[in-house]
């Protein structure tokens, strides 16, 4: 079946501007999570849906982040006044449910650059 | 708190050899462990996990790791390495207090295999 799907695969834009990157979880998964990863680091925590509420958004770095997932499926994350420092690959990963034990399985990331 | 240490951000090794990835945690909790593999350009992939009993796990395409409590170690090995098996690999801690399954990830280790 379809893994996770994140769009768009690349993202370039300028300093101050607003962007939105795109999550689609495999189907039926309820638990789902945004990971950001810089360069020559692991992926960092960001914030967790369960359902459609944020479950957990303490890894949002300032409220210049935001995130949707308004039925419960495709979530979205915004992005506002964008800075060099944000530049990084953005992963959501989708499980079943929430528990430990459950496997996430991960998109292949949406690269952003910001100049 | 929990943290992930991989010692050796890069490690090489011939075609046929013994893979050794080291993975150190710390965790306040008693620990459920993941390694992910990352191909280049594509979304990180579960290898392998523990969560309780036996403490040799094995994983995917011949890989395995054993939970030592007393070292707090997790180190990944596979007898004969592949050249399919290039790629970067991740070890990650789960942290699940209150919902979610927070993955804590390790910076990385980039294996690289020669003839």
């Known amino acids: 079946g379809a893994g996770v799907s994140q769009t768009p695969s690349n993202k370039v834009t300028e300093k101050g501007k607003y962007v939105e990157l795109r999550c689609d979880p495999i189907s039926g998964h309820t638990a789902l999570y945004w990971y950001r990863q810089s360069l020559g680091q692991g992926p960092e925590f960001l914030i967790y849906?369960?359902?459609?509420?944020?479950?957990?958004d303490s890894g949002l770095p300032n409220d210049r982040f935001f995130a949707v997932r308004p039925e419960g499926s495709v979530s979205t994350l915004k992005i506002q006044r964008t800075e060099r420092g944000d530049s990084a690959v953005y992963l959501c990963?989708?499980?079943?449910?929430?528990?430990?034990?459950?496997?996430?399985?991960f998109g292949p990331g949406t690269r952003l650059t910001v100049l | 708190a929990q943290s992930v240490t991989q010692l050796g951000s890069h490690v090489s090794v011939s075609e046929g050899a013994l893979v050794l990835l080291r993975c150190n945690y710390s965790s306040s909790v008693p620990p459920y462990l993941f390694w992910y593999v990352q191909y280049p350009n594509q979304g990180l992939q579960l290898l392998l996990k523990?969560?309780?009993?036996?403490?040799l796990v094995k994983g995917i395409n011949g890989f395995e790791a054993e939970f030592k409590k007393s070292e707090t170690s997790f180190h990944l090995t596979k007898p004969s390495a592949h050249m399919s098996d290039a790629a970067e690999y991740f070890c990650a801690v789960s942290l699940n207090m209150g919902g979610g399954n927070k993955l804590t990830f390790g910076t990385g280790t980039q294996l690289k295999v020669e003839l």
């Open positions: 849906f369960q359902g459609t509420g944020a479950a957990d």
């Open positions: 990963a989708s499980s079943l449910e929430a528990s430990r034990t459950d496997t996430q399985y």
């Open positions: 523990y969560t309780t009993g036996a403490t």
